[in-house]
């Protein structure tokens, strides 16, 4: 009896059954919190296309306004931008709207290293909701479009 007890006392740790309940519970843990996390990182990114798009808007809106045209090139503007760190720059395409008043049109896409393939389509009149690819990807999309505006079923 008194060497019964002495093995109780003696015996420290976890066993084999415990640590590989604790290895499944982290395992699944991460099984959720890893995709959403990568989807948290990429939604940074592509905030990072619609900051810098934004900025273009206000840059051309002063520019339309001192010189009656849309500029054709993102360095005519009166601000210096870094270039996005994850996005391709597209050129500016100055043109003129169905009713003759000027338009432009810019489209980052995202660089190739990434496990996503979209762009970003901006005009004068903001984030271009048709041609703008990353609407495919609504958790990584860091505006909410209301379904009327993408094309779905809505009251006029």
Known sequence: MQQRQKNLRTRKGFTL???AVVIVIIGV???FGVPKFLNSVEKSKAAEAFNYLAAIQS???RYLAQNGTYASAV???DITLPAPQYFSVG???PTASSAGAPDWTLTLDR???SSYSYNVVWTSNGFDTTNSTILTYPAICPVT???ASTGGSGSS
């Open 29 to 31: 843990l991460a099984a």
């Open 145 to 147: 479009i209301a379904a």
């Open 17 to 19: 059954v415990e640590l």
């Open 91 to 93: 050129s500016v395409t």
């Open 59 to 61: 840059a051309q809106e």
């Open 75 to 77: 360095t005519s503007l």
């Open 111 to 113: 660089n190739s290293n």
